[in-house]
């Protein structure tokens, strides 16, 4: 038997990353951890500090554990390494915890989700006019871990065609579409 498989959707605000981890949930039946900045912000306001960075960080880190403990593959919308970025343009620092964490439990399948889609408003989204600078700093911190990863461009109709495609080569149990 295999060991499971995270499978990261990753990159700027609103380039993709939800639909997609959502649509293949919904086509493979794995675990889904949703993004838990969204959930927080929902719940205490689109304002915070970089405590309330570490507690989503934190609180990202509990769901992927407990989808981890679940069991078979997983795919994460986003992980840790957004943190690490969302921490040093906002605040000048990675905390070493976020950085450690992230860097134990690295994807085996990386989505870097590109910004060439319309961007959608949202008030909890803050990078309207910043997404291709962003973009290259998800670059940068992957190539700087040695991090393998597939840039997904275009509709979502190639980005889901792109992706099936490259789960395919990659031959993962369970991998049913």
């Known amino acids: 038997m295999s060991k499971p498989v995270k499978v990261l959707f990753t990159g700027p605000e609103s380039c993709g990353k939800t639909t997609l981890s959502q649509w293949l949930h919904e086509q493979t039946g794995w675990n889904l951890v949703p993004e838990a900045a969204r959930e927080y912000l929902s719940d205490h306001g689109p304002g915070y500090t970089e405590y309330d960075l570490l507690a989503m960080s934190r609180l990202q880190w509990s769901k992927e554990c407990n989808a981890a403990s679940i069991g078979g593959n997983t795919i994460c919308d986003t992980d840790l390494l957004t ?64 991090i393998s990863y597939f840039s997904v461009y275009g509709s979502f109709s190639e980005r889901k065609e792109a992706i099936l495609a490259t789960l395919q080569k990659s031959s993962i149990q369970g991998m049913v579409v």
């Open 83 to 146: 943190y690490m970025i969302w921490q040093e343009e906002r605040f000048g620092r990675v905390d070493s915890w976020i950085q450690s964490t992230w860097q134990s439990s690295l994807p085996d399948i990386c989505f870097l989700c590109m910004p060439d889609i319309p961007w959608e408003a949202d008030p909890l989204r803050e990078n309207a006019l910043d997404r291709d600078r962003l973009a290259l700093a998800y670059e940068r911190m992957l190539h700087l871990h040695s």
